[in-house]
């Protein structure tokens, strides 16, 4: 239960940190998080102001049947896509989806973000990629996300938005900034001539100083 109480702060936070980050407008965006454990996620009330949220009231989903088990609150619409990562990549505890502007224009023209920023190969190894677009019906959305990602936590969809994840909300949040905030420097940097990609090879000693020496976790 305390894990619960956490994981629900948790997602409270997630969700209050995307309009500060300034990546949502109005409530076009919602964060999720999971616990394996407890067969339960947390995701954004339906509708709901970002700043009136609480650990109190973000909606608690059984992940296995899709049943909401808190009375009288509606979850986000976008519940069947945080639920099919969920049941479809093990590994994640924590889902965000955003129209974020520099990253949605990628998405609007069907461009991925390329590779030609070491902050790309950081965080996340390969380009970022974009799937064709899909409509929001049954697991569309999911299929073409599993379809379409690479290894970068993140991924753009066509004609529509962000959906980026990690082991934690805490993680998708970054990764969902972190879009965005290239995102935009590769948008500045056509303005003014044609980006460099970085060889695969050269994004690959990015990455792994970045996700194996980077940080305080291993002193
Ligand atoms: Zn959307």
């Not at 808190?70 to 990562?85: E, I």
């Not at 989806?97 to 190969?121: D, Q």
């Amino acid at each position: 239960m305390a894990d619960l109480e956490l994981l629900s702060a948790e997602v409270a936070k997630a969700n209050k940190a995307l309009p500060l980050a300034r990546l949502v407008t109005m409530h076009s965006g919602n964060a999720s998080g999971y616990s394996p454990e407890d067969d339960i996620l947390f995701i954004k009330p339906s509708g709901m102001d970002y700043d009136e949220i609480t650990p109190e009231n973000v909606v608690p989903v059984r992940v296995s049947s899709g049943e909401v088990l808190a009375q009288g609150v509606r979850p986000s619409v976008d519940l069947p896509h945080h639920l099919f990562l969920y049941r479809n990549m093990p590994e994640i505890r924590g889902v965000i989806h955003t129209h974020s502007n520099f990253a949605t224009a990628f998405a609007a023209v069907g461009k991925p973000v390329p590779l030609v920023l070491t902050a790309i190969a950081d965080e996340f190894g390969a380009e970022i990629p974009c799937t064709p677009y899909v409509d929001n019906e049954g697991e569309h959305i999911g299929e073409a996300i599993l379809k379409y990602k690479n290894r970068a936590p993140a991924i753009l969809l066509g004609n529509h938005g962000v959906f980026a994840w990690g082991k934690s909300p805490r993680d998708a949040v970054k990764a969902a900034v972190m879009i965005e905030d290239v995102a935009k420097t590769v948008w500045l940097a056509m303005q003014i001539g044609k980006p460099h990609e970085i060889p695969p090879e050269e994004a690959e000693k990015w990455y792994d100083r970045y996700h194996n020496r980077y940080g305080q976790s291993q002193v």
